[in-house]
């Protein structure tokens, strides 16, 4: 008789590589769709949904990610400052410009799914490393790169 069972990680028997992903005109959501699954461990044949079984990810040249269509002028984000009065508005156009990092985390959170508990996605969010520029302080940890434009002619533009 043949019995089927899944098997079940436990914490001790968890592994996690570092992955490195050039920025440079790929476009935002394709970018965040991939690095959320990276960090959730989907991608691995070992994917337990209760456990942080993903892998590190760094993202550099985040200052230079695309958008697609008008998203940059016609895409706004609202915020309150808890005064009278304190409702801020900016675009994601200005979001690129002053905190690019801030939008790259933003829309991985947001792909990550609301299912999952909240320490579990704040755990997976503390292995995502984004930098604006080329420079990174992980090359200690030899990060494998992954040329993400290349695996699909959708996901870059420019």
């Known amino acids: 008789m043949i019995t089927k069972s899944t098997k079940s990680l436990k914490a001790s028997e968890l592994t996690s590589e570092w992955i490195l992903i050039d920025a440079t ?6 970018l965040a769709a991939y690095v959320a699954t990276i960090l959730r461990g989907k991608h691995k044949p070992t994917f337990t949904p209760h456990m942080n079984c993903g892998d ?16 940059a002028e016609k895409t706004k984000f609202f915020w309150h400052t808890g005064w009278v009065g304190g409702i801020k508005e900016r675009t994601m156009g200005q979001m690129r410009e002053e905190k690019p990092t801030k939008m790259v985390e933003l829309a991985v959170k947001r792909m990550i ?11 997976r969010l503390n292995r995502l490393h984004v930098y604006a520029g080329a420079e990174h302080k992980h090359s200690a940890q ?14 870059k533009r420019g």
């Open 142 to 155: 030899k990060p494998k790169l992954v040329d993400f434009g290349a695996m699909n002619q959708k996901n």
């Open 25 to 30: 005109d790929v476009v935002l959501g394709r």
């Open 56 to 71: 590190n990810v760094i993202i550099i040249n985040a200052d230079k990610v695309a958008l697609t269509g008008k998203k």
């Open 113 to 123: 799914g609301r299912r999952t508990s909240v320490a579990l996605a704040n755990d």
